[in-house]
């Protein structure tokens, strides 16, 4: 009975997920679900982690859990690794970067300029190395994936698609009560169970924007047959990248083509969001702009006065009770296409840990909190669906932004359930200026993820260290022991890095190629390119800090990153992000740590050293001569 009961559970999880139902077919606020959830784990295999999807969000995380040596399993719908993109983008030209040549040879500020290759720490693999086209083929990025996969071995059950997510409790008589997650799938194992899921399945599901009309082709299932558009007036719904991307692929042989939604046209070169048109899409725009037979429309085809129908002729036709805008000139369509986007798909999900939408306004990602952990433990969300964390402010939705953030995630989790410390590197604080300025001007995670993950610097006075930490969260400062597993003594203080851009960085209306770099450190503060900031505390940030920065954010209107610190300093921007100037960047470096650890942190010749060591005591000797002291010159002295 036991046995049929297990059945029943996935093959009805099955047929809900094919037939596309909106409830889920098990019912996890069910009295007895917990007692008939432990009788169906009785035949799960189990994994500490089960990773959902494939991708590369999926990859990269598999890819860090191999390396610790972690019990993991990566369930994949599909046969292959990255199988979104045997389809997307539609018309298989990436929007991500690919440039293989930048004139240097660290990896790390090359590995800025490479959006499409994974972190690991074997450079033999890197997406750069198989294509020099700067945006390459998605058929590239899908060959990459899948030898990325096979070469450090990850761990993913293929043809395993995930219908159902929810956890139950371990042990009815246990208090407080243990959970465990089950997760149903239609594949050749039908139940695992996990002490903790991390989900990473992308925009899985097409937003129809209500324009779900019987004569209206989707994004994913339009024809790519140049032939049925060809001298046809078509009709593109939606103005963000698949729209333009589908009207550039359409510009040669469609007799017009009206790209047309409520929104206007948001560029990325205005506002520095990768998400936003890209100027590999915007051929379009510039066609319109010169008076062809191309239009970029602003109508709302959901108000109350406006709709889009049939006529009698069976072409589509924009009607209303206001007068339809001259833009619109060609008002009949043979062909209407829908290209409004891409949501999260929350149908796996049971009621116990769904963890319901970021937004109000939109159902694109899950909620989650600053530590990509839902308000169910042990439950994460990564990749494009963690990216409410950074809609429309950095680059967490795509791959060289959230590669990072899910090198942050394990991170946190090996301190949470392994008591491992996040990694750092501890430097004399007489050294901790160059080796600063190289961290600002080669490190490619607070680069891609400006203004979300930061370098922290623990400054021992005492001890006369710096103790980096890098890539590390800064909404999260105020729990940056517990987070990191490191506590700070009395004698530490901290200086948290950040790559921001100022408050006139760009926008609608603004002319963002004519702004210029200011040329004076002490209008640093005017700076509008990408730029450091370094932030001084004495004592970490509480709670309460981060509850006033977050209301000091929403009064002004302004990006507000982090709390008020004790002392702070701004480097102008470099057009190259490279700040290793003696001036504007090592100088002025110095005398602000100069500042803070009130000491003198100048380098010294070895006959100053010699001279100081024999006229101050040991506690006063200059810290740019501790490594003459430490050495040979202080034994010669001796003798």
């Known amino acids: 009975?036991?046995?049929?009961?297990?059945?029943?559970?996935?093959?009805?999880?099955t047929i809900a997920t094919v037939c596309g139902m909106k409830d889920n077919v098990m019912d996890d606020m069910a009295p007895?679900?917990?007692?008939?959830?432990?009788d169906a784990a009785k035949t799960a295999v189990h994994h500490d982690y089960c990773v959902i999807g494939a991708g590369p969000g999926g990859l990269q995380m598999a890819y860090f859990l191999e390396q610790a040596g972690r019990d993991y399993v990566v369930l994949e719908r599909n046969n292959v690794s990255g199988s979104y993109y045997l389809k997307y983008p539609r018309h298989r030209t990436l929007i991500s970067i690919n440039k293989r040549y930048t004139g240097r040879t660290n990896a790390e500020f090359n590995e800025?300029?490479?959006?499409?290759?994974?972190?690991?720490?074997?450079?033999?693999?890197?997406?750069?190395?198989?294509?020099?086209?700067?945006?390459?083929?998605?058929?590239?990025?899908?060959?990459?994936?899948?030898?990325?996969?096979?070469?450090?071995?990850?761990?993913?059950?293929?043809?395993?698609?995930?219908?159902?997510?929810?956890?139950?409790?371990?042990d009815a008589k246990s208090n407080p009560p243990s959970y465990r997650f089950i997760v149903f799938t239609g594949g050749k194992t039908p139940i695992y169970t996990c002490n903790k899921v991390l989900a990473s399945t992308g925009w899985s599901v097409e937003h129809?924007?209500?324009?779900?009309?019987?004569?209206?082709?989707?994004?994913?299932?339009?024809?790519?047959?140049?032939?049925?558009?060809?001298?046809?007036?078509?009709?593109?719904?939606?103005?963000?990248?698949?729209?333009?991307?589908?009207?550039?692929?359409?510009?040669?042989?469609?007799?017009?083509?009206?790209?047309?939604?409520?929104?206007?046209?948001?560029?990325?070169?205005?506002?520095?969001?990768?998400?936003?048109?890209?100027?590999?899409?915007?051929?379009?725009?510039?066609?319109?702009?010169?008076?062809?037979?191309?239009?970029?429309?602003?109508?709302?085809?959901?108000?109350?006065?406006?709709?889009?129908?049939?006529?009698?002729?069976?072409?589509?036709?924009?009607?209303?009770?206001?007068?339809?805008?001259?833009?619109?000139?060609?008002?009949?369509?043979?062909?209407?296409?829908?290209?409004?986007?891409?949501?999260?798909?929350?149908?796996?999900?049971?009621?116990?840990?769904?963890?319901?939408?970021?937004?109000?306004?939109?159902?694109?990602?899950?909620?989650?909190?600053?530590?990509?952990?839902?308000?169910?433990?042990?439950?994460?969300?990564?990749?494009?669906?963690?990216?409410?964390?950074?809609?429309?402010?950095?680059?967490g939705?795509?791959?060289?932004?959230?590669?990072?953030?899910?090198?942050?995630?394990?991170?946190?989790?090996?301190?949470?359930?392994?008591?491992n410390q996040w990694p750092s590197t501890v430097v004399p604080l007489h050294h901790a200026e160059p080796y600063m300025l190289q961290r600002v001007s080669e490190m490619p995670g607070p680069y891609q993820m400006f203004s979300f993950l930061g370098e922290f610097f623990i400054i021992d006075k005492e001890a006369g260290t710096v103790r980096h930490f890098p890539e590390f969260p800064i909404k999260l400062i105020h729990k940056f022991e517990e987070i990191t597993g490191y506590k700070l003594s009395p004698?530490?203080?901290?200086?948290?890095?950040?790559?921001?851009?100022?408050?006139?960085?760009?926008?609608?209306?603004?002319?963002?190629l004519s702004a210029g770099v200011i040329d004076n450190p002490a209008n640093a503060h005017r700076e509008s390119l990408l730029h450091p900031v370094w932030?001084?505390?004495?004592?970490?940030?509480?709670?309460?800090?981060?509850?006033?920065?977050?209301?000091?954010?929403?009064?002004?209107?302004?990006?507000?990153?982090?709390?008020?610190?004790?002392?702070?300093?701004?480097?102008?921007?470099?057009?190259?992000?490279?700040?290793?100037?003696?001036?504007?960047?090592?100088?002025?470096?110095?005398?602000?740590?100069?500042?803070?650890?009130?000491s003198d942190l100048r380098a010294r010749s070895t006959p100053n050293c010699y001279i100081s060591s024999l006229t101050t005591s040991g506690s006063t000797v200059p810290y740019g001569c501790h490594d003459y002291t430490l050495g040979a010159g202080l034994s010669m002295i001796s003798l």
């Open 1 to 13: 009975m036991e046995n049929v009961f297990i059945f029943y559970l996935v093959l009805t999880a």
């Open 32 to 38: 007895d679900f917990d007692k008939r959830a432990r």
């Open 112 to 170: 800025r300029h490479d959006w499409n290759s994974l972190v690991t720490n074997d450079k033999s693999l890197k997406f750069t190395d198989y294509t020099e086209e700067l945006f390459p083929s998605a058929d590239i990025l899908v060959q990459y994936l899948n030898d990325y996969s096979n070469k450090f071995g990850l761990k993913i059950d293929f043809k395993t698609p995930v219908t159902y997510v929810s956890r139950y409790i371990t």
């Open 208 to 395: 129809d924007g209500g324009m779900n009309q019987p004569f209206i082709d989707s994004y994913s299932d339009m024809t790519l047959d140049l032939d049925h558009y060809r001298d046809k007036h078509v009709l593109i719904l939606g103005k963000a990248n698949s729209a333009f991307e589908t009207a550039n692929y359409l510009r040669s042989v469609a007799a017009t083509v009206t790209v047309m939604s409520k929104r206007r046209a948001i560029l990325a070169w205005q506002t520095h969001y990768v998400g936003d048109i890209r100027a590999i899409n915007a051929e379009f725009i510039d066609l319109y702009q010169l008076k062809s037979l191309w239009v970029v429309a602003q109508r709302d085809l959901l108000s109350n006065d406006t709709e889009l129908v049939l006529d009698d002729e069976g072409k589509a036709v924009v009607k209303g009770t206001k007068a339809i805008d001259d833009v619109v000139a060609f008002n009949k369509f043979d062909r209407v296409l829908r290209c409004t986007g891409f949501k999260w798909d929350d149908s796996i999900y049971g009621t116990r840990v769904n963890p319901g939408h970021a937004f109000s306004y939109t159902n694109k990602f899950p909620k989650i909190d600053d530590d990509y952990m839902t308000k169910t433990p042990g439950l994460y969300f990564m990749g494009t669906i963690s990216h409410s964390l950074d809609f429309k402010k950095s680059a």
């Open 397 to 419: 939705g795509f791959i060289h932004g959230y590669r990072y953030t899910i090198r942050a995630i394990h991170r946190i989790m090996e301190q949470r359930y392994h008591g």
């Open 491 to 512: 004698n530490e203080s901290m200086i948290a890095l950040n790559l921001e851009y100022g408050a006139t960085f760009g926008g609608p209306g603004k002319d963002v």
């Open 535 to 598: 932030y001084y505390y004495k004592t970490i940030p509480t709670e309460e800090d981060m509850r006033m920065r977050a209301k000091d954010e929403e009064e002004s209107g302004l990006a507000v990153h982090l709390p008020t610190p004790d002392d702070v300093y701004i480097f102008q921007g470099n057009v190259l992000t490279e700040w290793q100037l003696n001036y504007p960047h090592l100088l002025q470096l110095r005398r602000f740590l100069d500042k803070i650890s009130g």
